[in-house]
C-alpha cells in the first residue's frame, strides 16, 4: 500500500505517538522483529482511523475493530 498524507487534524496515531516523543518518553523495542510488528499494528491503527476520518466506519465499527487488533 503507497503511503498517504493526512491532511487535517491528526489521526489516532498522531494524538498519541507526538507527545510521547516530544517528551522524550516514546519506548523503543531492541529486537528488529518485534520493531515489525509493532510497525505493523500502527500501521493498522492509522488505516482504521483513516476509514472512520473518511466515514467509511462508524464509531461503533472502529472501537470493535481496533480492540480486536489490540485484544
Known sequence: MAPFRRIGRPGL?????RP???????QTTE???GRSAIG??????AQLGDLRDRRLLDD???AAAKAKLLG
Do not use: H, N, W
Not at 40 to 45: C, E, F, G, R, V
Open 13 to 17: 496515531l498522531g494524538t498519541v505517538a
Open 20 to 26: 510521547a516523543v516530544i517528551a522524550g518518553t516514546a
Open 31 to 33: 529486537s528488529a522483529t
Open 40 to 45: 505493523d499494528l500502527l500501521a493498522q491503527l
Open 60 to 62: 461503533a465499527e472502529f
